[in-house]
């Protein structure tokens, strides 16, 4: 598991009411944070990697990312 998968989980699992090792990169986003919750999601990654776009991650999540992995690989995409 690299860097950025485990932050991932960690900020979902502080968000959520599931620990992390219950969550999956193949879960769907929705599993665990509600789309109203989009927002606060998208600031709490923006706290824990300083290269994520807020606004962006915001209005694509649950749009065009739908699994966790897709938040994973766009974090991975702003850092290159």
């Known amino acids: ?4 998968e485990k932050g991932v989980k960690e900020v979902i ?3 959520s009411r599931y620990a992390f090792d219950e969550i999956e990169l193949t879960d ?3 599993k665990f944070i509600s ?3 989009a927002d606060r ?3 709490e ?3 824990k990697f300083s290269q994520v776009k807020t606004t962006e991650l915001t209005n694509d999540l649950f749009t065009v ?11 991975n995409a702003y850092s290159n």
């Open 65 to 75: 990312l739908k699994r966790i992995q897709d938040i994973v690989t766009r974090i």
């Open 13 to 15: 699992a502080q968000n």
């Open 1 to 4: 598991m690299d860097s950025v």
């Open 35 to 37: 789309s109203f919750m």
């Open 45 to 47: 990654l923006k706290r």
């Open 41 to 43: 999601l998208a600031r």
């Open 28 to 30: 769907p986003i929705d």
